[in-house]
């Protein structure tokens, strides 16, 4: 039997929900509002503990901010003649089923929450950010006409980064931050079995992982002008799971059952140059971000022994982000802000699945903040994402040096689009 099922566990963290790649731009309330543009150089909340550790300089005190965002997400797949094969012959036959439906969950809630604090009156600072760089859920109809590519995909992440920052003069700061990660990976998908008259088989992978990363950066104020420039590394993950298959009959039924696989995946470099314009009421922001993403060339597969079983090629470009914004303070109690982000897909035509249904996304968002007092601040964002329309046109194979060898083709036209709240407070002692 084929063992695509376990390529499939690294592809559903390759599944994205309001970013390029798998990677989860949404950190931060308060910078949802200016589409992330300036956030390596601004340090105006303990938001920057993930942006930036090195902008926690500009926090005096104890500073702390929790939110969350909240996102609607509406994606849908359109049938351009996916197939499916029969063993043994050349015959290729309409695969058949519904579009699958609106795959995300609606809504979809990121939290995050971050802590900045001055030691006494020193120039040192640490910090502490909890949040979800990557993440979703995803579900397509049991008759959905891609169910031999995915049916469902769900991933969870979850991110704690101590940190610390110094100021080394009146100018210039730095900071760094150690990253402990978890992945946690859930997917399903049809299998085809020996003929099209039969019921579709069923593959679930259940994996995990904890891995280390780091990251650390540098903030630079020239008065009317600020340049920060941060980097993050790589996390090495190997999820290890369990691949279980049932429903398969005749000559595939051994293939039921359960395996034990190694799956290795790193997540991309992420690099990070940022400016703020201004230093009274109005501000320029921009921020330009570079990701590794060609770190991601292939999924192999090896039993514990180091034997690989499978190698799938996934190809990865690196990508890069642009965005720029506005913010003005209305008053000393409001701020205004708007903003807008080119964020550029990592995956490739000949390699796309409905696993990852991405396409190059543009950014518009806008926000407020209200100070309610000196300590207290409220931070609110709206952002509507809209994703570039797409086409899949994969062929996988199943069973692949057997008797029963056969494929799935799978042609599709994705679109969709991301409307997006969020809020936090803000706190400062």
Wanted: proline share 5%; net charge neutral.
């Amino acid at each position: 039997m084929s063992l695509r099922p376990l390529l499939l566990l690294a592809a559903a963290v390759a599944t994205p929900a309001a970013a390029g790649g798998f990677f989860l731009q949404e950190q931060s309330p308060l910078a949802v509002g200016r589409a992330f543009a300036g956030e390596a150089a601004i340090g105006d909340s303990a938001a920057t503990v993930w942006y930036n550790p090195a902008g926690m300089t500009r926090l005096p005190g104890t500073s702390l901010e929790l939110g969350t965002h909240i996102l609607d997400i509406e994606s849908a797949q359109s049938d351009r003649g996916s197939t499916r094969g029969v063993a043994g012959t050349a015959l290729q036959l309409p695969t058949g089923g519904g579009d699958g439906g609106n795959p995300f969950s609606r809504p979809i809630a990121i939290p995050s929450g971050y802590l900045s604090a001055q030691v006494a009156d020193s120039k040192l600072w640490l910090g502490l950010g909890i949040s979800a760089p990557f993440g979703l859920k995803v579900i397509y109809d049991e008759d959905f006409f891609g169910r031999y590519d995915s049916l469902g995909s769900d991933l969870k992440s979850f991110n704690i980064q101590p940190s610390v920052a110094y100021k080394i003069s009146d100018r210039i700061s730095v900071g760094a931050g150690f990253d402990i990660q978890t992945f946690k990976v859930s997917l399903t998908s049809a299998l085809p079995n020996v003929s099209p008259t039969l019921p579709d088989a069923r593959s679930r992978i259940d994996g995990e992982d904890l891995s280390f990363g780091w990251n650390a950066g540098v903030q630079v104020d020239l008065g009317q002008v600020r340049l920060g420039g941060h980097y993050r590394s790589s996390v090495k993950h190997t999820l290890d799971g369990a691949v279980q298959v049932e429903g398969l009959v005749g000559p595939l039924a051994a293939g039921n059952g359960s395996r034990f696989g190694l799956a290795p995946l790193s997540t991309p470099d992420i690099a990070t140059v940022s400016a703020v314009f201004g230093a009274d009421k109005l501000r320029l922001l921009g921020s330009v971000n570079w990701y590794n993403w060609s770190r991601f060339e292939r999924i192999r597969v090896s039993t514990p022994d180091g034997t690989v079983i499978a190698n799938s090629e996934q190809q990865y470009r690196d990508t890069w982000s642009y965005s720029g914004a506005v913010e003005y303070d209305v008053s000393d109690k409001f701020t205004l802000r708007a903003g807008s982000m080119f964020d550029q897909t990592p995956t490739r035509d000949e390699f796309r699945t409905t696993r990852v249904p991405d396409g190059n996304r543009i950014w518009a968002s806008t926000g407020l903040t209200m100070r309610v007092s000196e300590a207290v601040a409220l931070n609110a964002s709206y952002a509507h994402v809209f994703v570039k329309t797409k086409q899949i046109d994969r062929t996988d194979p199943f069973f692949a040096g057997t008797p029963a060898a056969t494929s799935a083709r799978i042609r599709s036209e994705n679109t969709g689009n991301v409307d997006m709240v969020a809020g936090s407070v803000s706190l400062r002692f």
